[in-house]
């Protein structure tokens, strides 16, 4: 799969609106690898995105689900945080959203990622059952899963996948581990990560965590990467669908770092610290997506105020290089970049 790509660039699946058709679109029709994301859709909405994406490429594409984790929380510490939350919500005129578990429709879009013939499938917190694997090989997809750890790459490997996305601590939005305990939140960073990996199993992976420039794009491939996935790197894009406040805030001087948090979803993902980020991730509980749908009025009501500080602005920690290009102009530049590192 890889090795038929003009350039080993994948865009990464990034949920909540931001992977676009026409993103996908201009990542691959330039000679990358371009994805949607299935995640908080339903499968009909990630169907149509299908269909949409398919009018305007003709170029293999993919796209990523999650995985339903565990049904099992702590409620006391989840209606703590809503407690906690209702000032919140007060001050913004809306109301905290009702805690729940869901599967993010997983059996309706298993059945409409094996009907559509998906190019490249890819999951995110886990790895699906062999059975699972297999089905979706057999109707022609090429399988990736996102793996954090030398351990879940080698569970990975075992199900029959046939690639890996080795996610660094350096990646923003989610971190996709297999499972969300604090206790083992301990991260590597990608380089000494993938690494681990690399001695670990024998299918190809792909480097994802931090990188931003040919430079890095570089340095993956020399250390055993097929390909690399960039995700803040594409979020500036017009093509992206990241909320205008969220590409913004990216060059706002006033953002000056990052870090992980479990505040607005309940599992840890990285992004910009803002005001609701800084008060509320040590209180945060570890109950997805139980805390996703309760901050979800939240944000909405602060992106409808314009104020960036209540957001979710995931960003990974090269967010600074992200650039205000055209999606096919940014691929361009990373390969030209790419060359040059080679060449140096």
Known sequence: MFSTLPIPIIQAPMAGGVSTPELA?????????????????????????????????????????????DKTVDEEAVERYRVALAAEAERLGASVGEPKWEDDDWAAKFDVLLQERVPVVSFTFGCPDKEVIAALQKAGSFVMVTVTSREEACMAAEAGANALCVQGEEAGGHRASFGNDPKKDETLALFPLLAQVRTAVRIPLVAAGGIMDGRGIAAALKAGASAVQLGTAFLRCPESGAHPLHKQALADPRFAETAVTRAFTGRPA??????????????????????????????????????PEGMSLWAGTGYRLARELPAAELVEELKRELEEAWQA
């Open 270 to 307: 990285r992004g910009l610290v803002n005001r609701f980020m800084a008060e509320y991730r040590a209180m945060a509980p570890a109950a997805y997506p139980h805390v996703h749908h309760m901050t979800k009025p939240l944000r909405a009501a602060s992106a409808k105020a314009g104020d």
């Open 25 to 69: 679109a201009a990542v691959s029709n330039a000679g990358g690898l371009g994805f949607l994301a299935g995640g908080y859709k339903t499968a009909e909405a990630m169907r149509k995105e299908i269909h949409k994406l398919r009018t305007l490429t003709d170029r293999p594409f993919g796209v990523n689900v999650f995985v339903p984790g």
